[in-house]
């Protein structure tokens, strides 16, 4: 079997912890070429699994580089002015970047690939992100009930690939903090709040582990997306307020379950807007 032409980078996290804006930072690199959630989509609808054989996955990764898929592309929303428009890039991208917040369990089959793709893992504050997805007109449904649901978000659940709520937080975050130190070497842990308050120094060693280096687009995107605001639920163009909006408006008891279950150092850790230990 010969190995890939091209590295691969696969970003994951739960819904709304910042994985979109994530994913535009690597498409504003020049040797990147993106895809959105191929698994997902039309085109490569469970293409692959957990079972299949390295073979399969290679293929896989083959066919969604060469996609011109729209939305693969996510051409819709960058023409809504959702996601920027992309420019100067390489003729033959280096590296495949692949976004999903979905199929989480192919992820350990994915590592050990022969390929060693990189895994980044992108962790927001869990009230921030519970409450983002509660206030989300287009995500949280408008007959739930967010006292009922915000644990285990299986109102938003429709099969074994979906991932909503704070149960899934934890689930997600012990998986990812157990296999960053199962391979050092391919898992990243992004800080979400540290990323959208000191970026460019958060940036830079996400995308050094990832084989990258920033250029001139990646700090204008950067600057622009955290200047401007824009009210769209699925705009990479968010101000800092990001950080600290949910705060006095999150339900309270909601607030106190959460921290109340981060009791563990390494999980804690995520409470604390500032970063400041």
């Known amino acids: 079997m010969e190995s890939l032409p091209f590295n691969v980078v696969w970003l994951c996290g739960l819904p709304r912890s910042g994985t979109s804006w994530v994913s535009q930072i690597f498409d504003s690199v020049s040797t990147t070429t993106f895809r959105m959630a191929p698994l997902f989509s039309y085109a490569f609808k469970n293409a692959v699994n957990e079972d299949s054989s390295n073979e399969e996955w290679q293929d896989f990764f083959v066919n969604v580089y060469n996609s011109k898929d729209a939305f693969l592309l996510q051409e819709e929303r960058r023409k809504k002015g959702d ?30 690939l022969p390929s060693k793709p990189k895994v980044v893992y992108i962790v927001r504050n869990p009230c921030a992100a519970i409450y983002s997805w509660l206030k989300s007109a287009k995500e949280f449904p408008k007959d739930a009930d967010p006292l009922e649901e915000w644990y285990t ?9 979906e991932y909503w709520g704070f149960k899934d937080w934890l689930l997600l975050t012990k998986k990812y903090l157990r296999l960053s130190e199962q391979y050092p070497d391919q898992v990243y842990i992004a800080h979400y709040d540290k990323m959208v308050l000191n970026p460019l120094e958060e940036v830079s060693k996400l995308l050094k582990f990832s084989n990258l280096e920033m250029d001139e687009n990646t700090k204008q995107f950067l600057l622009s997306s955290n200047q401007k605001n824009d009210t769209s639920d ?44």
């Open 234 to 277: 699925y705009s990479v163009f968010k101000d800092k307020s990001v950080v600290t909006k949910w705060k006095g408006k999150l339900h309270p008891k909601i607030e106190e379950e959460i921290k109340a279950s981060l009791s563990e150092p390494s999980l804690a850790v995520f409470l604390d807007e500032n970063f400041q230990n």
């Open 83 to 112: 996601f920027p428009l992309t420019k100067d890039k390489a003729r033959i991208p280096e590296h495949l970047v692949i976004k999903d917040v979905r199929y989480h369990e192919v992820l350990e089959k994915v590592l050990e």
């Open 153 to 161: 978000g299986d109102c938003r659940k429709i099969n074994r690939h």
